[in-house]
């Protein structure tokens, strides 16, 4: 039987990526991943994991490190945050690219300075672009699923590719919350043992991530890009077989009351916990306004996001990033470019909110999602608005 | 390879851009961006491999007579060879097209 227990998200996770049998950790602790990877270290310490736990001077060596174990067909796990995620940045684009599946969490963090330690998504929107799949959770249990899901997706022979899962730094990391851990048994069978096809081997001996010149770039780009979208599929073909093997289901969109809802508030990662409450009172307030959170970040499910939308007038955007000099926050540059193209386009709102650590209680949410209507009615001169700074 | 890349499509990489053929290097044409060449003259030419030993290219093989000819297929045109042998027995001329 399945056991519940209260226990610490970050412990939570470490916990997932034993469930999974993890052949080898390889991670620098960062703030506030720090006991996502202190806990794993404590388990293969103890023998209760029978990995290879490597202790780096850096993230850049600890990704470094994953390339050349999910390389051999081990099973690789690390975690990150803020300056960490930075600092690997470059080896993130080699681990996509090379197709090796690294199941990376990541607690969201602020990037300095002024050095801050606490949460927003600032660290995620930089590393947008690496090709990696990534999957927002937004608490304790979606993240134990999702880290079990990030390997059996991953390492899908038709995908085969690294995948992080964005958990809210401090908002998620430190909680203690009752996390459902699934059955060894059941967990053995979801996720089938990896076997990468052309693992480095001296008896057949490939080279990965070659010298690639003008005449073949492109062509390696467009196989990369054609493989992360079609990896949705097998995303959702996962997601499925998790909901009928462990009863908790995920969608790459999920909407909270939308019924009848024009105007719909979009936010992703916990915060989203938060925003359901406000809903909720306005809701109980007659005010007919749903909540819209992003699940999958990467690949963008355009099809879905599309779909949960298309009632709505007004979507009012909530980004926890600033895209400093563009045009709106990042993920409200998205949605207004998916809707670019459709007949009957919602006024789409940008609010940026929650930087390095800052709160949106409820009545923040509510007062966001009014002053949402009250541009898409009246307009702005701004592009976007940070919600609840002074002066 | 089996095929010159310029005849690859996307479809036809395998996962990740691996390269399954181990030391194809040697298929792959270094030579195509020379601008001088290296011409040896065997009259001044004491054989003594020199110029095999500093090409950085490793593209310098003795012939069956002793002489060190370059591999035009991998020689980059650097012009090494010609500025280390002591008896100035090679010489740089641009290429033509
Ligand atoms: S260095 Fe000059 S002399 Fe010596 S082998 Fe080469 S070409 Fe001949
Ligand atoms: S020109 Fe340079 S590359 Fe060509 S043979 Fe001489 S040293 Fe080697």
């Not at chain 1, 293969?44 to 999910?70: N, R, T, W």
């Not at chain 1, 390095?356 to 001169?381: L, M, W, Y």
Request: glycine share 8%; charged share 25%.
């Amino acid at each position: 039987m399945a056991k519940r227990v209260g226990i610490e998200v970050s412990l939570a996770i470490a916990e997932a990526a034993k469930l999974a049998n993890t052949d080898v950790v390889a991670a620098y602790p960062i703030t506030p991943q720090t006991h996502i990877v202190e806990h794993l270290a404590k388990l293969v310490a103890d023998g209760e994991l029978d990995a290879a736990y490597i202790p780096v001077e850096s993230e850049h060596s600890a990704m470094s490190a994953c390339l050349g174990a999910s390389a051999t067909g081990a099973r690789t796990f690390t975690a990150t945050a803020g300056q960490g995620l930075e600092l690997m940045h470059e080896v993130l684009y080699v681990a996509s690219s090379m197709q090796l599946p690294i199941v990376m969490a990541v607690a969201n963090r602020a990037l300095s300075s002024p050095l801050s330690v606490w949460g927003d998504h600032s660290d995620v929107m930089a590393v947008r672009d690496t090709g990696w799949i990534q999957i927002f959770v937004e608490n304790g249990q979606e993240a134990v699923d999702n880290v079990l899901c990030a390997f059996r997706i991953g390492e899908d022979p038709k995908v085969l590719l690294p995948v992080m899962v964005h958990l809210d730094g401090f908002y998620l990391s430190h909680v203690i919350e009752p996390v459902l851990f699934p059955e060894q048994s059941l967990v053995d069978k979801f996720i089938p043992p990896y076997k990468y096809p052309m693992p480095l081997h001296p008896d057949k001996p490939v080279t990965m991530g070659a010298f690639g010149p003008p005449i073949i770039y492109t062509e390696t780009k467009k196989a990369q890009e054609v493989n992360l979208r079609a990896s949705k599929e097998v995303i959702l073909q996962c997601w499925a077989e998790f909901g009928k093997t462990f009863k908790r289901h995920y969608s790459p969109i999920e909407s909270y009351r939308t019924e009848g809802a024009k105007v719909l508030l979009l936010t992703m990662g916990s915060f989203s916990e938060t925003a359901m409450t406000a809903i909720d009172r306005m809701r109980e307030k007659g005010k007919e306004v749903g909540l819209v959170r992003i699940r999958l970040w990467r690949p963008f499910p355009f099809e879905e996001f599309r779909q949960a939308v298309s009632n709505a007038e007004t979507i009012v955007v909530v980004d926890r990033a600033l895209s400093f000099g563009g045009p709106v926050g990042p993920v409200c540059s998205e949605v207004r470019s998916a809707l670019y193209d459709e007949k009957q386009k919602p006024k789409v709102v940008s609010f940026v909110a929650g930087l390095g650590g800052r709160d949106i209680t409820p009545a923040g949410f509510e007062e966001i999602v009014n002053r949402g209507i009250e541009i898409s009615q009246k307009g702005s001169e701004n592009e976007f608005e940070i919600f609840g700074v002074r002066g | 390879m089996t095929k010159p890349e310029s005849e690859f499509t996307w479809k036809d990489l395998e996962i990740g851009g691996i390269v399954a053929e181990p030391g194809n290097a040697s298929q792959y044409q270094t030579g195509d961006w020379r601008s001088q060449r290296p011409i040896l003259d065997t009259d001044k030419c004491i054989k003594c491999g020199l110029c095999y030993i500093f090409c950085p290219e490793g593209c310098i093989e003795q012939n069956a007579e002793g002489y060190f000819e370059a591999n035009l297929f991998y020689c980059k045109g650097c012009g090494i060879c010609a500025r280390e042998c002591w008896v100035k027995a090679i010489t740089m001329i641009p290429e033509e097209e």
